[in-house]
């Protein structure tokens, strides 16, 4: 793969070009941040969705911008590779740019095109969110589309350790190729966790109920183990179960669902739909936890958000996971698919003291300051592009 020569901080800023065409979720929300913060340490241009529900937050950066119409259905998907208008406009701008790096905060489907469009002289760089697709997402479309995403790069990051040694070996990539940098905090919108009448209000929970609470965020996944976490609520007893919010978009199991209709009279509420930004941060910021029940992850930006806000996290010790959370430190950490041991940890949170639960929650605060901050961690991607370019 051929890209251009060496470029150093000593000769200039380096010259990246971001392509981050989604249009809303966690992805999308870490192009932004990353993009953002790659600002301060190199010299930025913007290829960006229209569609993107954070698309305002860019008219902040004083950089080159341009917003092209992507797409919101499948028959859009495919309607949108005839609109060449749009392409040579993506070609037109990356030429006048002459980026040294291309740069894809996350995958998407017009990558493979893109690659064909953008400057081959420039090394090519794609945060790879998960390196190996979960349970659910491993269809062929999903497989084709992951496939396509992870070749023609020259460098890849990865946000957690534990899937570096065997992405490298599955892909045949020099290990130099492959770089780790966590996900960063979730810093873009406040909340407060006094705000308790609004999240009563969001929630159906009592004022009361209100800051008590253990938390499940985020689109709902087989692999996400919301079945595990009802089911591990439903075994404590009645005087030892606190509230318990559910919150996100995407479907159930049949199996969850019973459990969730078994748990009625109890303090549990099940607000199935998609959350703004500024819900998720009133959410997150009024728990007493988060719990992360996943049978699979390559890392979650709930536990870097919510540790920022002082909030622990109760999660499965699988693969990223293990490494954002420190256990008995930020965290509780639980074996993946253990109901038991989810409810022996769930009955622990509800139980917790106040004066346990500040020092859990200072911990949290602390790690997420020195470890997930987005200026050290662009700088480290700056590095990282400089050393493909060396």
């Known amino acids: 793969m051929r890209f251009g020569g060496a470029v150093t901080m000593t000769d200039r800023r380096l010259r990246i070009l971001v392509v981050n065409l989604g249009r809303r979720g966690g992805v999308t929300q870490y192009g932004w941040l990353m993009t953002k913060a790659l600002a301060e340490h190199a010299d930025i241009a913007v290829v960006r969705s229209a569609f993107a529900e954070n698309r305002d937050r860019y008219t902040m950066l004083g950089c080159p911008q341009l917003e092209v119409p992507t797409f919101n259905s499948v028959v859009g998907l495919l309607l949108s590779f005839l609109a060449v208008p749009r392409f040579v406009r993506i070609w037109r701008f990356a030429h006048g740019f002459a980026p040294d790096v291309i740069y894809y905060p996350g995958g998407h489907a017009w990558k493979p095109l893109l690659d064909l469009l953008l400057p081959r002289s420039a090394a090519t760089v794609i945060t790879v969110h998960d390196p190996q697709l979960h349970s659910g997402e491993d269809s062929v ?104 919010v559910i919150a996100g978009s995407g479907e159930l199991s049949s199996d969850a669902r019973q459990r969730l209709r078994a748990l009625a009279g109890r303090p549990v509420r099940f607000l199935n739909s998609w959350l703004t930004d500024v819900q998720v941060a009133m959410l997150v910021a009024g728990a007493r936890f988060v719990v992360l029940p996943y049978r699979s992850a390559t890392q979650s930006g709930v536990v870097p958000f919510a540790s920022a806000y002082g909030v622990p996290a109760i999660a499965s010790a699988t693969d990223g996971l293990a490494e954002q959370v420190v256990d008995r430190q930020t965290g509780w950490l639980f074996p993946p698919d253990d109901a038991a041991s989810l409810r022996d940890l769930l009955a622990e949170a509800y139980a917790i003291s106040d004066e346990k639960y500040e020092v859990l929650s200072a911990e949290c605060r602390e790690y997420a300051l020195k470890n997930w901050g987005w200026d050290e961690l662009s700088l480290r991607l700056v590095r990282f592009c400089e050393s493909l370019l060396s």
Not at 146 to 154: I, L, P, T, Y
Not at 188 to 205: K, P, R
Not at 211 to 220: A, H, M, P, Q, T
């Open 141 to 244: 479309a999903w497989r084709m589309l992951d496939w396509v995403n992870k070749r023609r790069a020259s460098g890849y990051v990865l946000l957690n350790q534990s899937h570096r040694a065997g992405f490298s070996a599955r892909h045949g990539l020099d290990p130099a190729r492959v770089v780790v940098i966590p996900h960063g905090v979730v810093d873009d919108y406040t909340a407060e966790a006094s705000d308790v009448e609004s999240i009563a209000s969001l929630t159906g929970m009592s004022s009361a109920e209100a800051g008590k609470y253990v938390l499940f965020v985020g689109r709902i996944l087989p692999y996400k183990g919301v079945d595990t976490l009802l089911e591990a609520y439903g075994m404590l007893a009645t005087e030892k179960a606190g509230p318990l």
